[in-house]
């Protein structure tokens, strides 16, 4: 059995697995949380026909699975564009003070996206 990696969005260790059902039910689960309170990550995998070792072995997969360079670079872009987005927005603002903008909130939810991604996007750089 592969050991669990730690979480892959906060870093924390994996909660022991949580088995549900046994070969007497109609379905089998087996479900990988992260261990640190306020993260809610998790896998589930779940199966009628498989057994429980097997339904395992798939979360284990899963849970220990990270990004991969194609990924990072998607999340790298897409950071890229939004932080751009949000130096254009602040140009247009400064150039028009007497308009108060309707999409203040907008600006500050991308900025909080772009700071999600950016960690993101460290820890997976950290991960591999």
Known sequence: MDKLKP??????????????????TKKRTVTIKCKAPG???????GAMR????W???EAVKKWNTRATDTALAAAE????ELENYVEK???QAKNFPAI???????LVAIR???GDLRRAAALLKEKE
């Open 7 to 24: 979480c892959p969005f906060c870093g924390s260790e994996a909660a022991e697995p949580l088995f549900i059902g046994n070969d007497h």
């Open 77 to 80: 872009a897409r950071i890229a």
């Open 39 to 45: 993260c809610t990550k998790g896998v589930t995998v």
């Open 89 to 91: 927005f602040a140009a």
């Open 50 to 53: 498989f057994s429980h070792e």
């Open 100 to 106: 108060h903008y309707p999409d203040d909130v907008s």
């Open 112 to 114: 909080i996206n772009v």
């Open 55 to 57: 339904c395992h072995e």
